[in-house]
């Protein structure tokens, strides 16, 4: 019979042969008290003298129900999961948890091989079961059986039922947004028992995928996210990350090599823009000062960006200090004459607006341009839409010549949006999807090119205003 605990046992199959009368058989140690708690101090010793200073932070934080872990490659990730998972067993002694890879390979040819290889090492008391579904049994300090359910994002639905105290997930930004957060969803409902329940993540970062909109545009109490560098793992040797500099450009490098959010697309649609550059402190128009708007119409919600524009320095300059969503024509035309009282009496808004909304009703009898005209907005566009790479030239003009300034803290979509936005395969902006960032990128189009002497590039009469 193979030994207990070794990987490649499978211990159904001995169980049904008759090697063994019960699950307690197959973990060695079981029991022999004094032999398990001595076992189990010295692996919990061991497991914690291997930390590097951010891989501690991750395990020894035991309080912090969501918790994340976002590094380069070679940071040691995948060993920080590997020891969280086995003290999480002891801190929850006889319950289930779950540890999740995007595939079930991933889960065969990584976490099995190295948790065999850490457990077996510093002498955890466990074995390993492969069917019906794969799972390692861990005996606690005191005796009691902590399972550890091994899944995969391929078959999210069999963590349906599960009753767990905590779960760890392995490199959730490689996996499609919409997935990573159907599945973390339904973690966080299956986690229900035990004396620590905790959800934790380990991965590189993938762009601005599920980690950058889990932990930071969505950061509250019960969250924390702690980031790493490759370079931070001195037991790397220097070719490794040579390698790395060899073969990767800057921006892959800044998430691959340095664990950054970065957009990790070739080309950003608006790629003069720096938030930090482009930020102005302008929050609402003066009292007598015109407002512009550019409005973006799509079926049940209308994104606007409201802006002025101000002379500096000889130039006149946009300083975009709001954005808006409404679901139909109607409500913009009120809610543009509730915020720009002053202005509204003075028709001194002025809305640029999709073309498209010449001709699609919001109702039976008036287009959205009539709706917004007949409330007393001037409209300032052509007969159609200005050219899509024409448009995103003049702003990347104004954005290299400072003339585009974005309140970044009041418009936190549009500055995801022009920091995210990018090409596809085609040499087209990107479209779609759940984070579809053209609407407020069209919406700052029609607002710059409009307000803003864009049309002048290739009309020369100009905007008409109504």
């Given at each position: 019979m193979p030994a207990k605990g070794a990987l490649g046992f499978d211990p159904l199959a001995a169980y049904w042969d008759g090697y063994v009368t019960s699950w307690e058989d197959l973990i060695p140690g079981y029991d022999d008290d004094s032999s398990r708690m001595v076992r189990s101090q010295e692996a919990s010793q061991q497991m914690l003298g291997t930390l590097l200073p951010h891989q501690e932070a991750f395990v020894s934080d035991k309080t912090t129900r969501h918790l994340g872990l976002v590094a380069g490659f070679g940071a040691g990730k995948s060993h920080s999961l590997c020891v969280k998972a086995l003290q999480?067993?002891?801190?929850?002694?006889?319950?289930?948890?779950?540890?999740m890879e995007p595939s079930f390979g991933m889960l065969r040819d990584i976490i099995v091989p190295l948790v065999d290889q850490l457990w077996g090492q510093w002498g955890v008391s466990y074995n390993y079961r492969k069917s019906p579904e794969p799972e390692f049994n861990v005996v606690c300090p005191n005796g009691e059986v902590s399972t550890v359910l091994l899944r995969s994002f391929e078959n999210v639905a069999r963590i349906r039922g599960i009753n767990a105290s905590w779960a760890l997930v392995d490199e959730i930004d490689t996996v499609k947004p919409d997935l990573a957060e159907?599945?973390?969803?339904?973690?966080?409902?299956r986690i229900r028992t035990g004396p620590m329940p905790q959800i934790a993540v380990a991965s590189t970062p993938e762009g601005f995928g599920f980690c950058y909109d889990f932990f930071v545009e969505r950061d509250d109490d019960s969250k924390r996210l702690i980031k790493a560098r490759t370079t931070d793992n001195p037991y790397l040797p220097e070719s490794y990350i040579d390698g790395l500099r060899s073969q990767y450009p800057p921006n892959l490098l800044a998430a691959y090599l340095n664990g950054e959010f970065v957009n990790l697309a070739r080309t950003v649609v608006f790629s003069e823009y720096d938030r930090i550059r482009h930020q102005t402190q302008v929050i609402k128009p003066e009292p007598n000062e015109a407002v512009y708007i550019g409005a973006?119409?799509?079926?049940g919600q209308c994104h606007q960006i409201h802006g002025v524009i101000r002379?500096?320095?000889?130039?006149?300059?946009?300083?975009?200090f709001k954005q808006t969503v409404t679901k139909t024509t109607y409500e913009l035309a009120d809610l543009l004459q509730r915020m720009y009282p002053n202005q509204a009496v003075q028709r001194m808004i002025y809305v640029?607006?999709?073309?498209?909304g010449g001709a699609s009703h919001s109702s039976s009898t008036q287009t959205d341009h009539q709706i917004l005209q007949a409330k007393g907005h001037r409209l300032i566009n052509g007969r159609s839409n200005p050219g899509v790479f024409d448009s995103i030239a003049h702003v990347n003009s104004l954005l290299h010549q400072d003339r585009l300034k974005v309140n970044h803290s009041a418009c936190s979509g549009l500055a995801n949006a022009m920091e995210r936005w990018a090409l596809d395969d085609k040499g087209q902006p990107l479209k779609g999807g759940s984070n579809d960032y053209s609407h407020?990128?069209?919406?700052?189009?029609?607002?710059?090119?409009?307000g803003l002497n864009g049309a002048h590039r290739n009309m020369v009469a100009g905007p008409r205003t109504y």
């Open positions: 999480l067993c002891y801190d929850n002694p006889g319950f289930t948890g779950i540890l159907q599945a973390f969803n339904l973690l966080i409902g973006d119409f799509n079926i002379q500096e320095r000889g130039h006149q300059v946009m300083h975009v640029a607006p999709d073309a498209a407020e990128g069209d919406a700052l189009r029609y607002l710059t090119f409009w």
